[in-house]
């Protein structure tokens, strides 16, 4: 089976654009995580979806925003950037019911300039 | 805040040697999961642990979980310079089982 994919690996932003990254997960799957990592904060959970819809959310302002698509697709996209959301940004897919393990993805690197 | 804290923060060993990483969290969780991390991608899944599970081994790994004192330990065995890599713990709380709060990681380094 092919891994989660995340496009694009590197990105390179300026302060006040807004960014799309995009998730493809395990086939099968039809759950999608999205975490922010960076050195200061660690890993933190960003949202979830399963089967088109949010079902956990966590504590970023409105500016952080996810969708997932009927064929489990997910994009997660920040308006307004700052300085402060250069991360690296996971994807994670699982199988959503039951199934607890996640299978994460390469990672986009966003760097706000 | 961090659900999960881990220690040491960092970890340097011989080849052959040891490794025990161990995590404390702070509420009741559904499960526990540990995840290896090689600089700055992404991070492998490599063994999940039920609140009713005491112990798990997968491998040169095994898991323990002590949900009274509300911890975890993994230990790698026989450890080699590819287990070189920083080790996460991640729960999964009763209430939002999907959503994973990560500690902050063990940095393990095995030297050759």
């Known amino acids: 089976k092919a891994g989660v994919t995340q496009t694009p690996r590197y990105l390179i932003k300026t302060r006040g654009q807004q960014v799309t990254l995009s998730c493809s997960p395990i086939s099968g799957h039809r759950s999608v995580s999205w975490y922010q990592q960076t050195p200061g904060q660690g890993l933190q959970f960003l949202f979830e979806y399963f089967s088109e819809t949010q079902r956990n959310k966590g504590n970023f302002p409105g500016r952080f925003s996810g969708r997932q698509f009927s064929n489990s697709r997910s994009e997660m996209n920040v308006s307004t950037l700052e300085l402060g959301d250069s991360a690296l940004y996971l994807c994670?897919?699982?199988?959503?019911?039951?199934?607890?393990?996640?299978?994460f993805g390469p990672g986009t690197r966003l760097t706000v300039t | 805040s961090q659900q999960g804290e881990e220690d040491p923060q960092a970890l340097s060993i011989q080849e052959g040697e040891n490794a025990t990483m161990n995590c404390s969290y702070k509420?009741?969780?559904?499960?526990l999961q540990w995840y290896r991390q090689n600089s700055g991608r992404g991070l492998v899944h490599l063994i999940l642990?039920?609140?009713?599970?005491r112990e798990k081994h997968s491998g040169r790994l095994r898991v323990t979980l002590d949900t009274s004192k509300k911890s975890s330990s993994l230990l790698i065995t026989a450890s080699r310079a590819a287990d070189t890599a920083s080790y996460f713990c991640?729960?999964?709380?009763?209430?939002?089982?999907?959503?994973?709060?990560f500690g902050s990681g063990t940095r393990l380094l095995v030297r050759p």
């Open positions: 994670a897919s699982f199988r959503g019911q039951g199934g607890y393990e996640q299978y």
């Open positions: 642990i039920r609140s009713n599970e």
């Open positions: 509420t009741s969780i559904n499960n």
């Open positions: 991640a729960t999964a709380l009763m209430d939002s089982s999907y959503k994973l709060i």
